[in-house]
């Protein structure tokens, strides 16, 4: 039987698995730093969008507050020139919005210090303005109406105006420039959050990629794998295969052996039999008290001597077959040992020690380069001594032996070829020879039938095989086929 | 018809012992033909088929054989075969005599054509039992001439 290592590699799968998390993480930090951000940026948009609205709201307040003041000086001019009360109520409206809005604006500015100076700039110049105001009025209201307009044409209270104008003007403009920057701000944060929305969706496209194409390299990976596995699976199949059928072939073998041996132990034991009933027969015969002849006793004579040898000679026979099953066994227990073998010079060897006896019968035998292995040394010398003995043996007497050994490498294998010119052997024998205490041909030459078997045995334990080749009369060649690399196997 | 005294027995049997229980056997049960032992498959077949191996040399007589299954040179059913195959002994009654008792063995035996098929029992008091009641059945069989189509 042949045992070959079976080894299957499993793909392994280097760990993808970090990469992958690592990308999940990268996911997922990108997209809390951009909800983050966005927030924040969201936030920040409100609150530019809050200082616009609030810098709006001063804005109108200044114009308002600038309204009022112009409605009061209006109320008093009307009542200048006309002397109709319901100016002065006019006025009085435009002057109390004065103090309203001033409270207002003071709240609303509150967090401008410029525009608080500003404003501390311009009130006393209102109150001025309003107490201008308020003397016109009270002398329009004494009928001093001469008084009253020379204090309007003196152009104080026109320059007072003026100035006022010219602040109020110049607190609008600094609002104005504010709204602008708080606009400006408010847009920027808007591009950024954009930027910033766009940027993320970006790289977490990117890593949605990434991860795809490391999903679709993996699942390609483990396609593979698969494949693989299926292949050895069908490899070990193959191997079973093999495997069951080298059992059978050992499992028929054991058979056949059990078949030979059983019919040749039982052989003999027919005879031991036979003649010790022909023993019993004629023991009654010999111990009678009847008179016989001396020829008649000469016969009995014979027939006891002829059963006993009979006995004798099975009995001899029983023996050589059991020692020879006891010696094939012991050789079947023996271990084989793998060295390095030059299988050359063992061959030159074992035909060294057959050169004298092929000197006296005539004969030579021709070597051919023989490649060396690995396998065990014993076995081999036993293999190819037999082989050698059977090829003089079993030689033709009307010609001069011809043996020629040579191999041939093929692939793990070498196959080395005992080729004879001796007698040869019949098609239907080629079985036969191999079997255990079965020869084929005349049976002239001394022999037991275990040589090839034996051979066989030990040729398929070094995990080869051999063939025969025969033309009946002309020759015979043994083809014993090695593996170059014998591996022992428990 | 031939007269069944003529009949030739053909013993071809490698074990002397065997050959000798047999014959003794045959003989005890007063069987008188000629046996013509052979102990080797290859002697036999030579005598029984002849050089040509068509065994019509033996056309005119009549032939009995008696067969052991595990010669030393060659296979028992290889000779049962070439005999049934042979144009002049192809009627000839074949007794297989052997100590195998694989069935498949005898079934193989009875397709070549074998007339009878003993096993060589370890009783000895069997053993001889059989080959006298073969003695009587030849001597009351109808043997056919060799030859005859």
């Known amino acids: 039987?042949?045992?070959?290592?079976?080894?299957?590699?499993?793909?392994?799968?280097?760990?993808?698995?970090?990469?992958?998390?690592?990308?999940?993480?990268?996911?997922?930090?990108?997209?809390?730093?951009?909800?983050?951000?966005?927030?924040?940026?969201?936030?920040?948009?409100?609150?530019?969008s809050e200082y616009v609205a609030h810098t709006l709201e001063v804005n109108a307040t200044i114009v308002t507050y600038q309204g009022a003041l112009r409605r009061a000086e209006s109320g008093e001019r009307g009542f200048l020139l006309t002397g109709e009360a319901a100016y002065l109520n006019d006025y009085a409206i435009g002057q109390r919005r004065l103090g309203e809005l001033q409270v207002d604006l003071e709240r609303l500015i509150a967090d401008n210090p410029q525009q608080q100076a500003k404003l501390q700039d311009v009130l006393p110049l209102v109150r001025q303005k309003m107490e201008k105001l308020a003397t016109t009025i009270a002398l329009k209201q004494q009928g001093r109406n001469d008084e009253a307009i020379a204090i309007t044409k003196s152009g104080a209270g026109l320059d007072l105006m003026n100035r006022i104008l010219a602040q109020i003007l110049a607190m609008l403009n600094d609002e104005r420039s504010l709204l602008h920057e708080r606009q400006e701000y408010a847009d920027r944060t808007n591009l950024l959050l954009f930027a910033v929305n766009f940027a993320g969706g970006l790289i977490i496209t990117i890593l949605a990629l990434a991860s795809i194409s490391l999903i679709r390299k993996r699942s390609h990976q483990l396609a593979q794998a698969h494949a693989e596995l299926e292949q050895a699976n069908r490899g070990l199949e193959e191997r079973v295969a093999e495997r069951t059928a080298d059992l059978r072939e050992a499992n028929d073998e054991i058979q056949r052996f059990a078949f030979i041996v059983s019919h040749d132990l039982r052989s003999p034991l027919v005879n031991i039999m036979g003649f010790t009933s022909e023993l019993e027969a004629l023991e009654n015969e010999i111990f009678s008290d009847a008179e016989i002849t001396p020829e008649q006793r000469e016969m009995q004579r014979k027939e006891v001597a002829e059963a006993l040898g009979f006995i004798k000679t099975s009995i001899g026979k029983m023996d050589r077959l059991i020692k020879a099953i006891l010696n094939l066994s012991r050789a079947g227990r023996r271990e084989f040992h793998p060295q390095p073998v030059s299988l050359d010079s063992l061959i030159k060897s074992l035909t060294g020690d057959v050169t004298h006896r092929l000197q006296e019968i005539g004969g030579q035998i021709d070597l051919g380069p023989i490649p060396d292995i690995v396998s065990d040394r014993l076995a081999l010398e036993q293999i190819f001594s037999n082989l050698i003995d059977n090829a003089i043996k079993y030689r033709r007497d009307d010609r001069p032996v011809q043996i020629k050994i040579d191999s041939e490498e093929r692939g793990n294998f070498i196959i080395v070829r005992v080729a004879d010119n001796g007698r040869g052997i019949e098609k239907r024998?080629?079985?036969?020879?191999?079997?255990?205490?079965?020869?084929?041909?005349?049976?002239?030459?001394?022999?037991?039938?275990?040589?090839?078997?034996?051979?066989?045995?030990?040729?398929?334990?070094?995990?080869?095989?051999?063939?025969?080749?025969?033309?009946?009369?002309?020759?015979?060649?043994f083809a014993v086929i090695l593996p170059k690399q014998w591996i022992a196997v428990a | 018809m031939s007269d069944h005294t003529s009949v030739t027995i053909v013993m071809i049997e490698d074990d002397e012992g065997h050959a000798r229980l047999i014959e003794k056997n045959i003989r005890r049960a007063g069987v008188n033909n000629e046996i013509k032992p052979f102990t080797t498959g290859a002697s036999a077949l030579e005598f029984l088929l002849g050089a040509d191996g068509t065994g019509m040399q033996h056309a005119g007589e009549t032939l009995l054989i008696l067969l052991d299954l595990n010669l030393p040179d060659m296979a028992g059913t290889d000779i049962l075969q070439q005999i049934k195959q042979s144009a002049g002994l192809k009627l000839a009654p074949v007794v297989v005599l052997t100590t195998t008792e694989d069935r498949r063995e005898i079934q193989r035996c009875y397709d070549l054509g074998c007339n009878v098929y003993i096993t060589k029992p370890m009783d000895y008091e069997h053993f001889g039992q059989a080959i006298r009641q073969l003695g009587l059945f030849f001597s009351v069989i109808q043997v056919p001439e060799a030859g005859r189509v």
Request: aromatic share 8%; no cysteine; hydrophobic share 45%.
């Open chain 1, 429 to 477: 024998d080629y079985e036969r020879i191999f079997e255990l205490f079965r020869r084929a041909g005349a049976q002239d030459r001394p022999g037991e039938g275990i040589g090839l078997a034996h051979v066989r045995a030990l040729v398929r334990r070094l995990g080869g095989s051999i063939r025969v080749d025969s033309i009946f009369g002309q020759g015979t060649t």
């Open chain 1, 1 to 48: 039987m042949v045992y070959r290592a079976v080894s299957i590699t499993l793909p392994i799968i280097r760990s993808r698995i970090p990469i992958q998390v690592a990308l999940l993480v990268a996911g997922f930090a990108v997209l809390a730093t951009m909800s983050l951000t966005s927030l924040w940026l969201a936030h920040e948009s409100d609150r530019a």
